[in-house]
């Protein structure tokens, strides 16, 4: 929501202002920056404007919103006024159920060096980007794009990215094939001139048609683009790019990890589908330094390293840890984890319990319940912890977050290598520990 504010700002003749609770996010700064005005929740303060942008946080219930219906003022979901935009424009989405943030920002960057100027929405904060949003005056509008609830289906790209595709969003997504279909129409939306460039490794990859051209990315040989030759160290991740069976070059990330090769990958395979000279991208590719609670190093604490990731999937924990393990071979890893929604850790229970088998100790903060989950669970913290230790992974379990950091800095060592992890709040763990 951030982002969109600071493109419509930009609108001629347009005032924005916002409303959320009073606890403040890293985007209240941008916001602040941005000279955005965000106010508490009330209803008056939508009494005197032309359009309300609505958070799919909240639903028709919300008491601003309600307001706004009764004055017959225009309401616009996220992703309709995202749509509005970008309809203006060239579209880029870059979708999928892991790497949307990391990958938008690649690509982001690499077109804001090559001089296209794009306008630019992403999950984060991006530091090469100055904040999670670019307000740029080319034809191009590039989007991270969510499938939640379909919402990505307000968007019509010329080039889209699809990541990878599995199960997440259970209080909305039936199952892996109501997941599928949504992608695929997403797909079917392209024009025969469009664009879709697709992780070729993905298991349902070829359940996915489309009218435009399809280029693979991966690390196998039938990938159009792939990486070979890997090797990870503490500086990142090195390797050489194949295309279409040809060296085009060797990179070297700043940022580690198998994921985030991929997503390197995906960003070459859309640029040089545009057009962009090889020399150009590797070295944008090479100075990115990574988004914001995306494997961030935040600090040290008794000479610990620690770390921060949004990672709340139990593939993107997975993959996240494995980053480390492969980077930080001799560290103690302890990974804090804080699941987020109750929905989600209900229906992926098993598949969270395997996803910490590269992590020394885990450490799990309660549930962190979502805005929009309107039920009330007992389900607890305390059922994946049980899980986890009999898979043969140390286990704490703590129901504060001032438990958590209590206890990590009464525990840690010069050989640690702390990650918290999860959408919520248990940033603020790491946080702490290093003030």
Not at 390 to 406: A, P, W
Not at 407 to 429: E, F, M, P, R, W
Request: include cysteine.
């Amino acid at each position: 929501m951030s982002a969109l504010a600071q493109i419509a700002k930009q609108q001629p003749f347009t005032v924005v202002t916002g409303s959320d609770v009073p606890q403040r996010f890293f985007t209240d700064d941008i916001l602040d920056a941005c000279e955005i005005a965000v106010m508490d929740f009330n209803p008056a303060n939508v009494e005197h404007v032309d359009l309300v942008v609505v958070s799919p946080a909240y639903d028709a219930n919300h008491p601003e919103i309600k307001r706004a219906a009764e004055l017959g003022v225009e309401i616009l979901s996220y992703p309709q006024y995202l749509g509005r935009l970008m309809s203006e424009k060239i579209g880029i989405c870059v979708s999928g159920t892991h790497g949307k943030t990391t990958t938008t920002a690649m690509l982001g960057k690499i077109l804001i060096e090559s001089g296209f100027d794009p306008t630019i929405v992403v999950g984060s904060e991006v530091p090469a980007l100055g904040g999670n949003a670019h307000v740029g005056s080319g034809s191009f509008f590039l989007a991270e794009s969510c499938e939640y609830r379909r919402h990505f289906l307000n968007y019509s790209p010329l080039h889209l990215i699809i990541t990878n595709m599995e199960l997440d969003h259970p209080d909305y997504f039936r199952d892996l094939n109501d997941v599928l279909e949504a992608f695929n129409s997403l797909a079917a939306k392209l024009p025969p001139e469009g664009n879709l460039v697709i992780w070729e490794e993905d298991p349902s990859r070829k359940s996915i048609s489309t009218q435009g051209s399809i280029t693979t990315y991966g690390l196998t040989d039938a990938s159009d683009v792939q990486a070979l030759n890997i090797t990870y160290d503490n500086q990142g991740s090195h390797f050489d790019v194949m295309i279409r069976g040809e060296l085009a070059g060797h990179l070297d990330l700043v940022v580690t990890g198998r994921h985030n090769i991929l997503n390197a990958l995906a960003a070459i395979a859309l640029t040089r589908n545009l057009g962009l000279p090889l020399e150009i991208i590797f070295a944008s590719l090479a100075g990115f330094t990574g988004t914001k609670r995306r494997f961030e190093r935040i600090g040290t604490r008794n000479g610990a390293i620690i770390f921060d990731d949004y990672a709340h999937h139990p593939t993107e924990i997975q993959t996240t840890l494995d980053g480390v393990r492969r980077s930080y071979p001799e560290r103690r890893i302890r990974a804090v984890f804080q699941p987020h929604t109750f929905s989600r850790t209900q229906k992926l229970l098993n598949e969270f319990s395997e996803s910490f088998l590269q992590a020394d100790e885990v450490v799990l903060a309660e549930i962190f319940s979502s805005a929009r989950e309107t039920r009330i669970s007992d389900f607890s913290s305390l059922s994946l912890a049980s899980l986890i230790e009999k898979k043969g992974t140390l286990t704490r379990y703590f129901s504060t977050l001032d438990e958590i950091t209590q206890y990590l800095g009464q525990t840690v060592s010069d050989n640690d290598l702390v990650i918290t992890l999860g959408a919520g709040d248990i940033y603020k763990v790491g946080q702490d520990l290093i003030c």
